[in-house]
Antibody
Framework: QLQLQQSGPGLVKPSETLSLTCTVSGDSINSNSYYWGWVRQAPGKGLEWIGSIFYSGSTYYNPSLKSRVSISVDTSKNQFSLKLSSVTAADAALYFC????????????WGQGTLVTVSS | QSVLTQPPSVSAAPGQKVTISCSGTSSNIGNNYVSWYQHLPGTAPKLLIYDNNMRPSGIPDRFSGSKSGTSATLGIAGLQTGDEADYYCGTWDNSLSAGVIFGGGTKLTVL
């Protein structure tokens, strides 16, 4: 049973970089069945896809965030990570890691969520 | 504004059936699989329907999905108070095949 466990700070200062990590258990991050991705929900808003990475290292980002987003994989730790630079109050949200099916697009597995506050 | 259009809210009484629509275009829903998610505040979304009409194991058959052209529909029969949640449709666009696009979400109220 694939499971995702998120870690990372819940408080980030304005203009700094948000960093979150998602540890995969129950499957290998080298699996070609999934894209490993991030989704967020700002207060009072809907779900927003941030970006995804394939085990090969290929990345795919939401065009609205592309200039500030970086997603990477650490195969030695079976983890993938999100970095979002130059954060503002608009980036305050509940962040989730998730698996995106390679062929079907379904987000079948989710992390527990990390509430990120942007404040000095 | 979301690429996929959902009604902001729907409501029905316990035991009744409700449907939630999701409208897109030929570059997203029209040519790709649709999924549906149930989201309770502060928790991780749960996959209810994938590949337009398939249920993951453990999802009761009260939940159903369908797709026709550039629109998809989630049906929930035998409504229970525990079904009160936000529901999102999701798919991807041909311009970014590895991406995900969501509808704006629909708040279900069980009266």
């Amino acid at each position: 049973q694939l499971q995702l466990q998120q870690s990372g700070p819940g408080l980030v200062k304005p203009s700094e970089t948000l960093s979150l990590t998602c540890t995969v258990s129950g499957d290998s991050i080298n699996s070609n069945s999934y894209y490993w991705g991030w989704v967020r929900q700002a207060p009072g808003k809907g779900l927003e896809w941030i970006g995804s990475i394939f085990y090969s290292g290929s990345t795919y980002y939401n065009p609205s965030l592309k200039s500030r987003v970086s997603i990477s994989v650490d195969t030695s730790k079976n983890q993938f990570s999100l970095k979002l630079s130059s954060v503002t109050a608009a980036d305050a949200a509940l962040y989730f890691c998730a698996t995106r099916g390679y062929l079907t697009g379904r987000l079948a597995h989710w992390g527990q969520g990390t509430l990120v506050t942007v404040s000095s | 504004q979301s690429v996929l259009t959902q009604p902001p809210s729907v409501s029905a009484a316990p035991g009744q059936k409700v449907t939630i629509s999701c409208s897109g275009t030929s570059s997203n829903i029209g040519n790709n699989y649709v999924s549906w998610y149930q989201h309770l505040p502060g928790t991780a979304p749960k996959l209810l329907i994938y590949d337009n009409n398939m249920r993951p194991s453990g999802i009761p058959d009260r939940f159903s999905g369908s797709k026709s052209g550039t629109s998809a529909t989630l049906g929930i029969a035998g409504l229970q108070t525990g079904d009160e949640a936000d529901y999102y449709c999701g798919t991807w666009d041909n311009s970014l095949s590895a991406g995900v696009i969501f509808g704006g979400g629909t708040k279900l109220t069980v009266l």
